[in-house]
């Protein structure tokens, strides 16, 4: 640890860090827009001067140097004395401010940015009220740079943060700097635009409104939104989301920093690919089938029809007739809650786990670097929990089967009463799988979306979006990482969570830390989960 | 004034001078050969007790910027600057035109003192005809073992090509010189590290200017003390001054640098004086970046020192611009103002964006529709573009705001003068035009 003096206070700061991370650290606001702690420093936009200490190099005393250095780029050294409350340091903020708005439209009433701009929030604290400007403004373009990005480079500060995250995240060199001077702007080649699977962050890294996200644009006011913290369910790398959303509204998903997974970044197929959540296909409702037809359950009733069957199927066939088909799309207390209940049930009942969705082969960024030099990646496997409810199973024992030699018992008679979750956003279910499910006996069915085991169906119980629980998943490499609830689930639905709690006979409201600490004893890796650290206040 | 015999410029005018034959017939690669026979340590050490100040711009003594070079390195590369790009500078030009093979001699001696294993001259791409003679001129280098494998047979190897810009001013900047060269946006680095260390293709690297290198043979061949003893002290050694505008006789000429901008213009030796008619307003003494003096401030001196003592940046190129009575200081301003304007990179926002405001406001300034608040504005905008060093990564900024602020403080009465005789109305119906 090195202890730097910063105005006047002394700190303990991290070795080697720019001073300016090291003064965002310790909880000073120093306005910056081209530095970003993952992407290479250029000390282009020189909002972040500081004053510092140097040796006069004819006296040796220590004294305030008469230039000012980039704070971005001036490593911490153990005793190093620098200022930015000083009044030349201030005035440059104030005129780089000035210069940075001579050119911009100031329109925010119409940006998607207004609200997380740093241009306004800089303008606020840094900068003037007024401009002195009269003359004509230099206009940039807007440009279409991609099929999910647009760019207004009238807004731009050429921090060139997105040219450096597609040349050294994303290694895909899409994003260039064209002309000279004034006239500078940010582009794409001709006839190349920026399409890779992790072209989403250059609108997050954006500091002010240039970059914007075509699915967002003019959707919402930032302001209006709510955060949650959360994971991506979207493949097993377990990447730390923030999913923002508004009046039960879900707008959009940003990557939250995690030093441990996805530093800053996340790829498309996750910042898009909540959509299902909205789908028309979706259980909405707990229902069972009386005769023929199917009835509208009271959420009150749930646990006692659905032990009711349990139990009756048991005794109709024996304990060892029962089976639960868990599902890698489930939290871990959701899945930990329903496996104890079936073997509360059914001491000798066979637990499995639901098919892993595998879509081609694990994906590296920068491209074509090798899983160890990755600084992002994206898994094959398309579902958060498979080594959660590996876990689970592992701690349970007893009767653990494959999902393929689960469907086979339960086409050879040996399964008679089965619970079966899904929860895949993809269609999921195969033919032998609806083929066999036509000779069980009871069939709960916990599922996101219609499916063809709906036909075979006794009890049907929603199966929430992501969004709508809470919980922990279990990475690939069994990073335990709690995700919060961002909105309510869909009207007539209950959370997965709660039902399940209520089924297993437990009273009150379901939390994602109570079932942890029952869980503790069994399945003692859940007992910790990891929340990365909250980046500092004032970095972006 | 001292009695000056020509050195540089000593093959000007001789018929032939750019070949390789009358050059060594001339006591061409003479130096060279004595220099391979020395070790390269040495070498060093001459260039360094001769105390070769750098002649791009900064001054910074060209012996000691290669013993910043880290020991038992493998790869060094050494770039000649010939991005002469500055305005009103001409005399890198002259040397390749006229003499390509001292510049070669002086680039093979340097290459060998900081063991250089390729040598790249950076050309500006406006020099066309100036390539074809260098490169012939290298050409014909190679072909009598000047370049290539086994030099003379002294064991030391070097090839040399020559790059040619793409057509920007802030590629004459060591690091935007290496970054062009690498193929990438002329946009000078971040230092540290400094190119002796971490250079080109992230190797140690010297970048030194045409004129500089063209010194280097004449030092190692008459030695430091010679060197020494011409001009004042700290600022010795032959040097380059070009003149232009309404003088008699404006061209590159070359002395020691105890001369006054007023000999420059005035000695018959130099500028021989304004054309008939003419009167001096002011003069930009050191390419436009370095600030401009009034009429009555020629007395200045063309070494290292003096200029700051006017306010000057420096001693920047010692190319003078001579601007007359008969000129609007409006148009001198705006002119100046354009250029920086389009050659500022755009990287730091301070120059991106203070230089072209200040283009904006000079060229309607030069419309005649200037308010009463610009020049403070001006001033104000230069002030903290770059009159403090550090506010950006290069020193584009300071050589743009040092003529801004001077023109306008110098010139101010004039300026003034203008505003007050200025048609009422106008300013609103230039801003509805050009808005």
């Known amino acids: ?540 | 004034m001292s009695e000056y015999e020509p050195v540089l410029l000593a093959n000007v005018g001789v018929e032939n001078s750019r070949s390789i034959d009358v050059y060594t017939s001339r006591g061409g690669y003479t130096a060279a050969a004595k220099a391979l026979k020395m070790t390269a340590e040495e070498v060093v050490e001459e260039v360094q007790r001769a105390n070769l100040r750098g002649r791009g711009g900064a001054g910074f003594p060209a012996g000691v910027k290669w013993g910043f070079l880290p020991k038992g390195r493998t790869v060094t590369y050494l770039c000649v600057n010939a991005d002469e790009s500055e305005p009103p500078t001409f005399s890198n030009r002259v040397l390749m035109e006229e003499d390509p093979h001292q510049l070669l001699e002086g680039t093979l001696i340097a290459a060998y003192a900081t063991q250089t294993t390729t040598a790249y001259i950076y050309m500006r791409v406006e020099f066309h005809e100036q390539f074809h003679i260098l490169q012939k001129a290298l050409d014909e280098a190679y072909a009598a073992g000047w370049f290539g494998k086994n030099i003379q047979g002294s064991g030391y190897s070097l090839n040399c090509y020559i790059h040619r810009g793409a057509g920007a001013y802030v590629c004459g900047e060591e690091t935007g010189l290496i970054e062009s060269l690498e193929g990438k946006r002329g946009e000078p680095r971040i230092k540290p590290p400094f190119p002796a260390v971490e250079g080109l293709f992230r190797k140690p690297t010297v970048v030194n200017n045409v004129e500089t290198l063209c010194n280097v043979p004449h030092i190692i061949n008459r030695g430091a003390e010679w060197f020494e003893s011409i001009g004042p002290k700290h600022s010795t050694g032959p040097k380059l001054f070009c003149i232009s505008g309404p003088v008699k006789k404006p061209g590159c000429y070359e002395g020691a640098m105890d001369i006054s901008v007023r000999d420059l213009i005035f000695d018959e030796r130099f500028g021989g004086g304004l054309l008939n008619g003419k009167e001096l307003k002011a003069v930009l003494p050191g390419g436009v970046s370095m600030g401009i003096l009034k009429a009555d401030e020629i007395d200045c001196k063309l070494d290292f020192d003096d200029p700051r003592k006017y306010g000057l940046l420096g001693l920047g190129t010692a190319a003078a611009v001579v601007i007359d009575t008969d000129t609007d200081m409006r148009d001198v301003l705006a002119n100046v103002c354009r250029f920086f304007g389009t050659e500022s990179c755009g990287q730091c926002t301070h120059c991106r964006e203070g230089t072209s405001w200040a283009q904006k406001i000079s060229l309607r300034l030069q419309l005649g529709a200037g308010r009463d608040e610009d020049l403070d504005t001006l001033i104000d905008i230069a002030n903290h573009m770059g009159m403090m060093s550090g506010m950006s990564i290069c020193g584009l900024a300071d050589g743009a705001a040092y003529p801004i602020r001077q023109i306008v403080e110098k010139f101010r009465d004039e300026f003034e003068g203008h505003l007050r005789s200025q048609v009422p109305g106008k300013v609103s119906r230039v801003l509805e035009v050009l808005n």
């Open chain 1, 1 to 540: 640890m090195a202890r730097i003096i910063i105005d006047e206070r002394e700190y303990e700061c991290r070795d080697g860090v720019p001073v300016l991370l090291a003064a965002l650290e310790a909880g000073f606001d120093v306005p910056h827009y081209c530095y970003h702690p993952s992407l290479s420093v250029v000390a282009s936009c020189r909002l972040c001067l500081m004053e510092m200490k140097l040796p006069h190099p004819k006296t040796g005393e220590m004294g305030w140097a008469p230039k000012m250095f980039p704070s971005c780029q001036t490593p911490v050294k153990d005793g190093m004395e620098v200022r930015f409350n000083s009044d030349a340091v201030q005035e440059n903020q104030r005129y780089c401010m000035e210069f940075f708005l001579i050119n911009h439209p100031l329109d925010c009433p119409v940006c998607d940015k207004a609200g997380e701009c740093y241009l306004q929030d800089y303008s606020e604290k840094f900068g003037n009220a007024t401009s002195r400007m009269v003359d004509q403004k230099t206009k940039g373009p807007k440009k279409d740079v991609g099929p999910k990005t647009l760019l207004y480079t009238d807004r731009c500060v050429m921090c060139t943060r997105c040219v450096r995250f597609t040349e050294e995240i994303s290694g895909t060199h899409e994003l260039c700097v064209i002309n000279r001077g004034v006239m500078n702007q940010i582009d794409v080649f001709p006839g190349i635009p920026l399409d890779n699977k992790m072209q989403g962050n250059v609108v997050d890294v954006c500091p002010v409104g240039a970059l914007l996200d075509k699915d967002f644009l003019f959707k919402q006011r930032v302001w209006l939104l709510r955060s949650a913290d959360s994971i991506c369910p979207g493949c097993s790398t377990g990447c730390s989301i923030d999913v923002d959303a508004n009046e039960d509204g879900l707008w959009r998903v940003k990557p939250r920093y995690n030093p441990k997974v996805n530093d800053y970044w996340m790829c498309d197929e996750g910042r898009f690919g909540w959509k299902y959540a909205f789908s028309k296909n979706r259980i909405t409702q707990a229902a069972t089938r009386r005769g023929g037809d199917w009835e509208t359950l009271e959420w009150s009733e749930v646990p006692e029809v659905v032990n009711f069957r349990l139990t009756q199927c048991v005794q109709e066939h024996g304990a060892e007739k029962i089976g639960a088909l868990l599902s890698p799309m489930m939290s871990c207390e959701e899945a930990w809650l329903l496996a104890t209940h079936i073997r509360k049930i059914a001491p000798e009942s066979t637990l499995a786990m639901g098919p892993v969705p595998i879509v081609g082969e694990d994906e590296c960024f920068p491209v074509g670097c090798s899983p160890e030099e990755a600084r992002f990646s994206i898994s094959k496997e398309k579902c958060p929990n498979r080594r959660g409810i590996e876990m689970i199973l592992d701690a349970l024992g007893g009767s653990v089967l494959s999902f393929e030699a689960f469907v086979q018992s339960v086409a050879d008679g040996k399964i008679n009463g089965a619970w079966i979750a899904g929860g895949y956003p993809e269609p999921w279910v195969e033919k032998d799988l609806a083929t066999a499910a036509a000779k069980l006996d009871v069939l709960v069915l916990q599922d996101l979306m219609c499916t063809d085991l709906l036909a075979q169906a006794d009890v049907v119980l929603p199966f929430c979006a992501w969004t709508e629980r809470e919980g922990c998943f279990v990475n690939r490499d069994g990073l335990v990482q709690p995700f919060k609830k961002a909105r309510s689930a869909p009207e007539g639905a209950q959370r997965d969570g709660q039902y399940l709690f209520e089924i297993a006979g437990h009273r009150g409201l379901y939390s994602g830390a109570r079932v942890r600490e029952m869980m503790a004893d069994s399945v003692p890796a859940v007992a910790e989960v990891y929340v990365p650290p909250r980046v500092p206040k004032y970095q972006h």
